[in-house]
């Protein structure tokens, strides 16, 4: 472990898609650090650049059109950026894995759970035939899948949609990965199964003590996943800061935005929710200024005309806004107001 | 069930059964299904929607909440029962007589890109139901298009412009907008906010109340997100495998909710706040939702329920009113005896119905 103990470093990295309408700036300009067992967030909108952010440090982005065109990607001490296609292929599924969104998607249909399996440790692990088999078992059993020995020759379309997110995980967690990347692991499922999905996430981290990258919409997912959040908006990181700071005094007004428009079950009867105004952007025509400035309720004249600055609010926390220090300290005012609140929601925190 | 006059729809035991076959000679001779399978997707729903309210209709997938909604539209026909809207029975009307009807009961689909037609101007597919009930003619037409787009927050100069040229919630306007032409009464909201932007969502749950306000819609609000559901309702009926389980007005299913089903599916929704999430602890069902292919016997949940005793494999349990006006169908539950909880530390069985 190099780096001060950071598994994984990003720095400025920026990755770019040659489109019919343009260069398309989907992720720009993203840096942070993940240590041994942390696990981050990335928080944003559709097309806001959270899944190439992943992909980009899976180096699976598609080339052309994409690229990645500037910045740093060092997974313990190795720069990503640097290592042959082969080079990465032995880091990818064993050091680094990845969970997607969609598990009807992402197994093969015409392949059993045990064949597909039992890939993975074979290709990297060196297992001969029987060892890969009995792992595969031992992994189905891990993430909690019942009966897990005569369950296993099954195809895939015979398991459940939370049944086949356990498989993925199960797939993904065979090497004993250093990274787990996890990108809306749970969207497609139902809530109970949502529930039973990160508790299995949450516990296998815990046993194991891999770092994840979770990367999701629902900002109650990573309230009680993560140990800080990255708030990405139109490519570019909105706010950075440890998950309970975020979550209690945001420093971005896009973050705040989206906070206040999640139900609440403080919200009063009969008033509006609150909305963020507007569309989210077209990625490929940016406006000079500030990404968010056409919906921003406290946009200046100054966040139309100049691009705004990455603030430090303090050691962890930052905020890319013209007026991020404004934002912080309103929010710290509008916290000690909302304290009082939260001793009675505590108990039913939606009722 | 009455049909007293606050009632815009009153369903009565309505069934949604879909048949798969098996069962007969053949399968019995070549090892298929011994029995005859049926997807019983809405199994006995009884309910009333009061005018003017919300009712959330909240479940898992697969629970039978889009079947049930269609099925009052007739956009499934129902095996059996009764829905009622102006003292007609929509379900036994003609296909000619409920197409009248449906000028006053419209629907909202899930998904934006799949419910309107991608070779219609969006003035087309506006203007198409005002057409087809013929409810204005020529140049008014266009003039009330464009009224439309303006209520639900389109540009009026968009009319000649197609689907594809809109995003997810600006095609759920125009979703809107059509099931708003004919002036509806009643609207069948399925899934309006699923497929959309979390910052999208609120806009659009926000103008369908602004809607409901000014035009006195009453809505049914099918959803999984229990947090859109809390929000919208005035009541919430939770659903799971074709039936109803629980039924009280929103404040009362979220914070004193009966059913061991409902205290699950609310635990299990993340709350936006690291402090709230460090400290509950969340109620984590067993399973997944069985199969409505013959579901389990007697009482559907019985197979994930923590309470579950040798009695709810046998009893199908009814909605019972346990407190004024909240509504719970599980058999270790009574007026007398309301909390679960207290029944199984009691050791109390079969209680009430």
């Known amino acids: 472990m190099n780096q001060n103990g950071h598994i994984l470093t990003v720095n400025d990295l920026k990755t770019y898609f040659q489109t019919e309408d343009g260069v398309v700036k989907a992720v720009d300009g993203i840096t942070f650090t993940l240590s041994k067992g942390e696990t981050l967030g990335i928080v944003g909108e559709s097309g806001s650049g959270k899944s190439v952010t992943n992909l980009s440090i899976m180096r699976l982005i598609p080339e052309p059109p994409g690229k990645i065109v500037n910045g740093d990607i060092i997974f313990d001490g190795i720069d990503v950026r640097k290592l042959s296609i082969d080079d990465v292929r032995k880091i990818r599924g064993k050091r680094i894995a990845m969970i997607f969104q969609d598990p009807m998607t992402s197994l093969n249909p015409f392949l059993k759970i045990s064949t597909q399996l039992m890939e993975v440790t074979e290709l990297h692990l060196g297992h001969n035939k029987r060892q890969a088999y009995a792992h595969a078992v031992k992994m189905l059993e891990t993430v909690g899948i019942p009966d897990a020995k005569s369950r296993i020759d099954n195809y895939p379309h015979e398991f459940s949609g939370g049944m086949r997110q356990r498989v993925m995980i199960a797939m993904a967690l065979s090497c004993d990965p250093e990274l787990l990347i996890a990108d809306e692991p749970t969207t497609a499922l139902d809530v109970t199964i949502q529930a039973q999905i990160l508790e299995l996430i949450k516990d296998l981290k815990a046993r194991m003590g891999t770092s994840v990258i979770l990367i999701t919409h629902d900002l109650g997912v990573v309230a009680g996943m993560t140990d800080k959040i990255i708030v990405m908006y139109a490519g570019k990181v909105f706010e950075q800061a440890p998950t309970a700071e975020l979550f209690a005094t945001p420093a971005n007004p896009y973050t705040k935005g989206l906070l206040r428009s999640v139900p609440d079950p403080a919200h009063e009867e009969g008033t509006d929710l609150y909305q963020i105004p507007g569309l989210p952007p077209d990625v490929a025509h940016l406006p000079p200024g500030c990404p968010f400035v056409p919906r921003c309720e406290r946009a200046k004249e100054i966040c139309h005309a100049q691009y705004p600055p990455f603030v430090q609010i303090n050691a962890n926390h930052y905020s890319l806004c013209h007026f991020a220090k404004e934002v912080y300290a309103e929010s710290i005012q509008e916290n000690s107001t909302k304290m009082n609140l939260k001793a009675e929601i505590e108990l039913n925190p939606l009722g | ?353």
């Open chain 2, 1 to 353: 069930m009455n049909q007293n006059g606050n009632n815009l729809i009153s369903i009565q035991n309505l069934l949604v059964h879909y048949d798969l076959g098996g069962g007969g000679l053949l399968d019995r001779i070549t090892g298929g299904s011994k029995v005859r399978r049926v997807v019983k997707a809405v199994d006995g729903v009884s309910l009333d929607i009061k005018k003017g309210e919300t009712l959330g209709l909240v479940g898992e997938s697969g629970c039978g909440k889009s079947t049930l909604g269609k099925a009052i539209l007739r956009l499934t026909e129902p095996t059996g029962g009764q829905v009622f809207y102006n003292g007609k029975d929509l379900a036994h009307l003609s296909q000619g007589a409920m197409r009248d009807e449906r000028r006053n009961l419209q629907m909202i689909f899930q998904d934006p890109y799949a419910s309107l037609n991608p070779r219609m101007t969006v003035g087309q597919i506006i203007g198409e139901p005002i057409r087809t009930f013929n409810l204005s003619n020529g140049g008014n037409i266009d003039a009330k298009v464009q009224d439309l787009m303006e209520t639900v927050g389109l540009s009026r100069r968009f009319t000649k412009r197609y689907p594809h040229e809109f995003s997810g919630g600006q095609r759920q306007r125009i979703g809107i907008a059509r099931a708003l032409a004919v002036d509806p009464e009643f609207i069948v909201a399925d899934e309006p906010i699923s497929a959309l932007d979390v910052s999208i969502q609120a806009q659009i749950m926000n103008l369908m109340e602004k809607l409901q306000t000014e035009k006195n819609l009453t809505y049914l609000f099918i959803s999984h997100d229990l947090r859109a559901i809390r929000h919208v309702s005035d009541r919430v009926a939770v659903m799971y495998l074709g039936k109803i389980v629980e039924l009280a007005d929103a404040k009362t299913v979220y914070r004193e909710p009966l059913m061991p089903y409902t205290k699950a599916l609310i635990s299990a929704v993340p709350v936006p706040d690291p402090q709230i999430e460090a400290k509950r602890t969340r109620i984590i069902l067993k399973g997944d939702v069985p199969s409505p292919i013959n579901p389990p016997s007697g009482c559907h949940f019985n197979t994930r329920c923590p309470y579950a005793i040798s009695e709810c494999k046998r009893i199908e349990p009814s909605l019972v009113e346990i407190k004024p006006k909240h509504y719970a169908a599980c058999i270790r539950i009574s007026p007398e005896h309301p909390h679960i909880e207290e029944n199984e530390k009691a050791g109390l069985g079969r209680v009430g119905n």
